[in-house]
């Protein structure tokens, strides 16, 4: 197998994996302190005897630096969006944004928010002890999540820094204050020195807990507020595209809490790009729709 082909499969391997382990997380960072998001939010709650308004967040996490297919489908994306007139944030690694720093400057001019995904697109597990938790937890091997970590906060935050470098190469110093963990690991890590390092990175918006969505019961999490970072909780991700999962959109609209979706255009082709098209027009004709970025549901102004 030569180098491409290689890379390829490992990123595919990779991918694989980040979308296993979203569909088993559940939200393990404890309870924060809650905080008042009206303004990303504010109008988004009806008069009495009116239907909630719908939020939602659409999010897309470009990671690969190896295969072209988000070179194709991320531009198909961004004229689905325009369509739409849905804006929407795009987490990019560092590593995917100096490969491709045109498919960069056309997310920015379209107008979307761009977040950091960390610069190579591994994990923040910081100890050995986590790897091997979430190793037994997952299903996976130590060696895997120890060789996919950055094993200390002073790694991460240098990868964030590197991360943010690349995007300014692309589009210059764009205002970025949004971060998602590659495959949504920072449920696995509830310590200060994670949400230390993204403060001193820049980061104040944090989209990487995965609602907790296994029943009826289940206790949904608002926005809200942990260790000085804010934290817009993950509601689904690519599976949400197949038919049949209008309900979990409508259980977020009577939570009141904005529905936020992420996507992986590594993995999109032709009926992920129609099934894309499809949920939002449905969004827009079911409900009442208001697409907010990722940084707006925080209740932060976009730049």
Request: hydrophobic share 45%; glycine share 8%.
């Amino acid at each position: 197998m030569d180098r491409m082909s290689a890379g390829k499969a490992s990123g595919f391997r990779a991918l694989w994996i980040c979308l296993l382990l979203a569909a088993v997380i559940l939200s393990a960072l404890a309870t924060g302190a809650r905080i008042d998001h009206a303004s990303g939010i504010a109008g988004l709650i009806a008069a009495p005897g009116q239907p909630r308004r719908l939020a939602v967040s659409l999010s897309f996490d470009i990671e690969d630096a190896v295969d072209d297919n988000e070179s194709i489908s991320v531009p198909l994306i961004l004229r689905i969006l325009e369509e739409h007139g849905a804006k929407a944030t795009f987490f990019i690694t560092g590593k995917a944004a100096d490969r491709n720093p045109g498919m960069v400057r056309m997310i920015n001019q379209a107008g979307h928010e761009i977040g950091l995904h960390t610069n190579e697109h591994l994990f923040p597990v910081f100890d050995e002890d986590k790897a091997e938790k979430v190793a037994a937890r997952y299903g996976t091997t130590f060696d895997y999540v120890w060789m996919m970590s950055y094993k200390s906060p002073a790694a991460f935050r240098r990868s964030l820094e590197a991360n943010r470098a690349a995007i300014r190469r692309a589009v210059g110093d764009v205002s970025i204050i949004s971060f998602r963990s590659p495959c949504l690991v920072a449920s696995w890590g509830d310590r200060p020195e994670y949400f230390g390092a993204l403060l001193q990175s820049g980061i104040l918006v944090d989209s990487s807990i995965l609602q907790d969505l296994s029943s009826s019961d289940s206790v949904l999490r608002g926005i809200y507020e942990r260790e000085g970072v804010t934290q817009v909780p993950v509601t689904r991700g690519d599976d949400i595209l197949r038919p049949g999962q209008m309900g979990i959109i409508s259980r977020m609209q009577a939570a009141g809490i904005p529905a936020v979706l992420f996507f992986h255009p590594k993995g999109f082709g032709g009926y992920e790009l129609a099934r894309l098209d499809r949920l939002l027009s449905a969004l827009e004709s079911e409900h009442d729709t208001t697409y907010l970025t990722v940084a707006e549901a925080a209740g932060f102004t976009s730049a």
